[in-house]
């Protein structure tokens, strides 16, 4: 096993509701509590597992909303309460990771290193992950805010794109980039345009920077967002977190890291790309589940195989955890089947899955949410 890098946290982020995988994952228990890919690990387990040999085994902290706070430290029981961070609501990534970058700047020092990595991704190749994280934490300490670039397997609509520029040249980093901007989810058009002129890759959600630098750019562009975090990690490991959170967390700026920071930050010049040679997905929807899942006698199963009869529907996702699912005459069909709820849709439509969820929440079917 390789030794952990000196000065470095790893920051799980735990948050969303998967809704793009219900009625898989719910507000209740999201994905990234759930063994998706058979791999008898939850999605959160295999990051924390993945990012320990990096931190060392008291550097990986998880931010979550407090009603998961539980959930988290049972299936991570060897993780220290107080590397669990609880936001009494979502305020999206910026202040999950801002705050964390603030409490870590007060624990261990503003140079403290910290790598953002979302819990509820799945990441293939140990080897190829590693010496990506070394080498962004390496243009991390040169002052870049460091995100990983994942290789295109295609024009997917699903993910962002960041353009890489010229190479970095910081020793220790030998395939870092400059990020050239950031896209949001194009239409495949110009994302298979983007991937023509091979300067584009997918945007994981990724970010390795120092504390220090990545407040320093949050005082400049949000400053109020940024003396409230800092107000916060002030008193996070005293009696006064509680007040504090009451006062200051609901009055925060809900905005995402890619738009709060890494945008205008790659505009001037300061944030670098690092490429992930990894086999890398955010699990977002249902198709995305059925290309993770080993295949079974006639296509892809998440559950009992022996439980699923296809007649004429090669290739079809079926999720199942105990009933008998029969698909007829249905190839690329996707059937989810759980004891309240059920799902059948194509891989084709799988985005629209949310459109679902909203549909039952108008209802006012908030427990099937």
């Not at 403290?112 to 080897?127: K, P």
């Not at 010049?269 to 690092?274: D, F, P, R, W």
């Amino acid at each position: 096993m390789s030794s952990p890098i000196p000065g470095f946290h790893a920051v799980v982020p735990a948050g969303g509701a998967g809704t793009r995988l219900w009625p898989l994952s719910r507000a209740g228990r999201p994905k990234f509590l759930l063994d998706l890919t058979g791999t008898g690990r939850t999605l959160l387990q295999g990051t924390v597992d993945r990012l320990r040999p990096l931190a060392g085994p008291d550097g990986v902290l998880v931010v979550t909303g407090v009603r998961h706070v539980a959930a988290v430290q049972a299936q991570v029981p060897d993780l220290d309460a107080a590397h669990v961070l609880a936001e009494p609501s979502p305020r999206d990534s910026m202040a999950a990771i801002g705050l964390a970058a603030a409490v870590l700047a007060r624990r261990h020092g503003d140079d403290v290193v910290l790598g953002s990595f979302a819990a509820d991704h799945a990441v293939q190749g140990a080897e190829a992950f590693e010496r990506c994280v070394r080498e962004a934490v390496e243009a991390a300490r040169a002052g870049y805010v460091v995100t990983v670039g994942i290789t295109a397997t295609g024009p997917s609509t699903a993910f962002g794109y960041v353009r890489c520029g010229e190479p970095l040249g910081v020793p220790g980093a030998p395939s870092a980039l400059l990020s050239a901007g950031f896209t949001e989810k194009p239409d495949e058009q110009t994302a298979a345009e983007y991937l023509a002129t091979g300067r584009y890759r997918w945007n994981a959600g990724m970010f390795v920077v120092r504390a220090r630098t990545l407040l320093d750019h949050l005082a400049a562009q949000l400053p109020r967002l940024h003396e409230g975090l800092r107000r916060l990690a002030a008193v996070w490991d005293t009696s006064q977190r509680e007040a504090e959170l009451g006062r200051t967390w609901p009055g925060l700026t809900r905005i995402a890291i890619d738009h709060a920071i890494a945008e205008p930050v790659a505009a001037a010049g300061g944030v670098a790309v690092v490429p992930g040679e990894f086999g890398w997905d955010d699990v977002g929807d249902v198709a995305a589940l059925a290309r993770l899942v080993a295949p079974g006698q006639d296509g892809p199963t998440l559950g009992d195989d022996a439980a699923v009869l296809r007649l004429g529907s090669a290739g079809s996702f079926v999720a199942t955890d105990e009933r008998a699912v029969t698909v007829v005459g249905l190839p690329g069909a996707v059937v989810v089947d759980t004891p309240d709820a059920v799902l059948v849709t194509t891989r084709e439509h799988a985005q629209r899955v949310k459109d679902a969820v909203e549909a039952w929440r108008g209802r006012g079917r908030e427990d099937l949410l």
